[in-house]
């Protein structure tokens, strides 16, 4: 399932927060940031680990990571990979 409405703009960065029901009742999460347009557009989809019993805090947490990512950049996110 798809938070298209919960959109969120950063720079030149959009977020899209995606969270997907488990069999478990528990939710993931995965985040998209996208720039650009037409031919030009980029999009970087994170899967991240952490996983929710709540839908709304799975969203937060998913648009907290893309702001996080699209405000440090994408070169001090991969060093920032590289150490763990």
Known sequence: MNASNQNVTSGKYLIS??????????????VSIRSGSGTGTHDR???LTRLFQDKVA??????AEGLQWATHGP??????????
């Open 17 to 30: 927060p995606i969270v997907k029901p488990l069999e478990n009742g528990w939710y993931a999460s995965s």
């Open 45 to 47: 989809v994170l899967r």
């Open 58 to 63: 799975a969203v937060q947490y998913a648009i």
């Open 75 to 84: 070169a001090r996110n991969a060093q920032r990979a590289l150490a763990l």
